[in-house]
């Protein structure tokens, strides 16, 4: 589908959005692409507030071809985005640690992602501990650690370098935010704003992020997405950054350097984590209550922590399996969907943009096979579970 007179409009111009069209062009479509961002400054988008980090540790082997195709990307970014393209990648890898009872399983999970071309190293917790002497190994049972492959950049800049070649190849952005999809039968024809305009359109791309579910709904579709607010933490600690992984704590905090510091984070209790609404407030108790203890305890040299800042995003929860939603909707086919990645869009934008681009372009994924992750298991309620989350 690469006449000139086709017309793709793509609601939402964070990562995904971007990703998408920059993929477009790159798989031949010659029409035109509008990207409808609401907020150009993206001051609250997940893209901007995220931890911008990249791990091949999934239970789902399709995340772990999606980190891949990813990282390889971050990797060669000049190849991508010419020769001033710089995100600081840095390929530190993250330690997922264990406890006594998740051996096997912790075990299991490696081996096949090293069957997926993941580099992981198993480590007995005295392995660990002499990697990373700081560390408290007493109650873990099992190490994991992703020699390559794996670790964090500035997703603010990936973000403006994608934008800049999408609109290079001839993406529009346009300002504006999408209140009503307009459909024919089983096709939609154009998105409305809410300062009045129509934009006519061949395809539409929901990549809205934590409002997938509220765009879906312009269109009486329900997907389980919904926005659920993550605090993160800049702490500056005793311990120094250097040699230091990601961390994910069994606990389930995870930290990382981040300039002189470092940033840590854990998911509240389901209890204390309804839809946020506007909300994007710092939930400081969670550093007060939570976090304080049990960082102390895995690493006691950071009892004494002194906080620098506190932010809060907005992950794009899919309710149903905290795995991205990606493809076309099974009746309205020229909609298709790209969020709900709870936690690992930024990660697995590159793989997503792509796909959807083959999608409109060529009909079918001819690269790595997303479609696992198609709306279908939504409507028939088969949640695929990716197992490691945070
Ligand atoms: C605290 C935190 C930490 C995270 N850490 C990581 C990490 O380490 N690694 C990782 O891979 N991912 C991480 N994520 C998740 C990641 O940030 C998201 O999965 C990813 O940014 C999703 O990108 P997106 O473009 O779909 O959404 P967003 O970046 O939220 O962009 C959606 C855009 O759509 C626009 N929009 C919405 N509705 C409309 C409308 N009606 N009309 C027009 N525009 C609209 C919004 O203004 C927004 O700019 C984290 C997220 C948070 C909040």
């Given at each position: 589908m690469s006449e000139k007179s086709q017309s793709v409009v793509i609601v939402g111009g964070a990562i995904i959005g971007s990703f998408v069209a920059y993929f477009l062009r790159k798989e031949g479509f010659l029409g035109s692409i509008k990207v409808v961002e609401?907020?150009?400054?993206?001051?609250?988008s997940s893209t901007a507030l995220s931890a911008a980090s990249v791990r091949t540790q999934f239970g789902c082997p399709f995340n772990i071809g999606m980190s891949l195709f990813g990282v390889d990307l971050l990797k060669n970014i000049k190849s991508h985005f010419g020769e001033d393209a710089e995100i600081g990648f840095d390929e530190r890898g993250y330690l997922m640690l264990g406890s006594h009872q998740a051996i096997d399983s912790q075990r299991d999970n490696a081996l096949m992602q090293r069957e997926q071309g993941a580099s992981i190293d198993i480590l007995t917790p005295g392995e660990a501990l002499a990697r990373w002497p700081w560390l408290n190994v007493e109650d873990i049972g099992i190490a994991t650690y992703g020699c390559a492959n794996e670790g964090w950049f500035d997703a603010w800049t990936l973000l403006q370098l994608v934008r800049r070649e999408a609109r290079k190849l001839g993406a529009e952005y346009v300002n504006g935010d999408v209140t009503a999809i307009d459909s024919l039968g089983e096709k939609v024809v154009g998105v409305r704003l809410a300062d009045g305009t129509a934009i006519p359109c061949d395809w539409c791309v929901?990549?809205?992020?934590?409002?997938g579910g509220q765009v879906a709904s312009l269109l009486d579709i329900k997907i389980p997405v919904e926005p659920r607010k993550r605090t993160i933490f800049h702490i500056k600690t005793p311990v120094s950054g250097a040699g230091f992984p990601m961390l994910f704590d069994n606990s389930g905090l995870y930290i990382r350097p981040e300039g002189e510091g470092f940033i840590v984070g854990i998911s509240p209790d389901e209890a204390r984590?309804?839809?946020?609404?506007d909300d994007f407030e710092p939930d400081h108790y969670l550093l007060e209550e939570v976090l304080w203890e049990k960082l102390a305890h895995r690493i006691p040299a950071m009892e004494q922590l002194r906080l620098q800042r506190a932010w809060a995003g907005h992950y794009e929860m899919n309710?149903?399996?905290?795995n991205g939603i990606v493809g076309a909707h099974d009746v309205m086919k020229n909609f298709l969907i790209a969020t709900g990645f709870s936690g690992h869009g930024v990660m697995h934008s590159p793989a997503t943009g792509r796909g959807i681009a083959e999608l409109i372009v060529h009909g079918r994924y001819t690269s790595l096979d997303l479609s696992p992750l198609g709306y279908e298991r939504i409507r028939d309620n088969k949640p695929i579970v990716e197992s490691i989350v945070y």
């Open positions: 609401k907020d150009s400054t993206y001051q609250y929901n990549a809205a992020g934590p409002a984590d309804p839809h946020p609404g309710l149903l399996d905290h």
